[in-house]
């Protein structure tokens, strides 16, 4: 897909404490989801300008804006991780983005497979023209989807009268029934950038496949300090 467009070395993150941890890639930068929206803007605005520093104001401009836009959407909707990604495509080249966001859902049952073929079959009913399958990951069962939805950023973002012309983003979705049984982790991925849709998919599905019990620190990863410390 590109260089990184970061090469820190693997993090951590954690949903439920000690109980499920996951390990972020190279490219990858937790969001502090305390901040305030200025401090976030802010702070994505300093990321971009050092890491892209040879696009334009323009473009630099749009990614801050799209990005945090995306950002208060997946703070407001519960997101309980954030994290956001840059590759670039080639020295000269342009660049790409994503944002992954984590969410716990009440559904849980012993029988985690179960859970996981009724996920498929509740998104099949909601969005009958999106990918869906169940597959076996390391942790344990997942339901799996991917589908294109419209999003609009509002004209205000941009001090504009008028919202901006609607832009498809890729979504892909992977539903983990966790280990207590009572709860689900839904891990949600998104990007404009479907060519490199397949690259993308073997970045999260290597972060779903990291979903551990222990904590990576105890196999010698250096890690992040877990949300919520």
Not at 97 to 117: C, E, M, N
Not at 174 to 202: C, I, Q
């Amino acid at each position: 897909m590109g260089d990184q467009v970061t090469t820190p070395s693997q993090s951590r993150g954690s949903v439920l404490g000690p109980d499920l941890w996951f390990l972020l890639p190279p490219g990858f930068r937790a969001v502090e989801l305390n901040q305030s929206t200025d401090a976030r803007v802010t702070q994505l605005a300093e990321v971009v300008s050092e890491l892209l520093p040879k696009e334009l104001p323009e473009q630099q401009l749009s990614v801050v804006i799209s990005g945090a836009y995306m950002l208060e959407l997946m703070i407001g909707a519960g997101a309980v991780h954030l994290s956001t990604c840059l590759y670039r495509e080639g020295v000269d080249d342009g660049f790409t983005q994503g944002i992954l966001a984590v969410f716990l859902d009440g559904q849980g049952w012993p029988d985690r497979g179960a859970v996981a073929r009724r996920t498929a079959v509740q998104w099949t009913a909601l969005t009958p023209d999106a990918e869906i399958a169940v597959a076996e990951a390391p942790y344990g069962p997942v339901a799996i989807r991917a589908y294109d939805e419209q999003i609009a950023v509002p004209g205000f973002m941009y001090g504009l009268a008028e919202d901006q012309p609607p832009t498809t983003i890729r979504r892909l979705e992977l539903a983990v029934p966790l280990l207590p049984g009572d709860k689900t982790a839904l891990f949600v991925f998104m990007t404009e950038d479907t060519r490199h849709w397949n690259d993308y998919l073997s970045i999260v599905m290597g972060i779903v496949g990291s979903l551990s019990s222990y904590d990576p620190d105890q196999t010698g990863e250096s890690a992040a300090e877990p949300e919520g410390a």
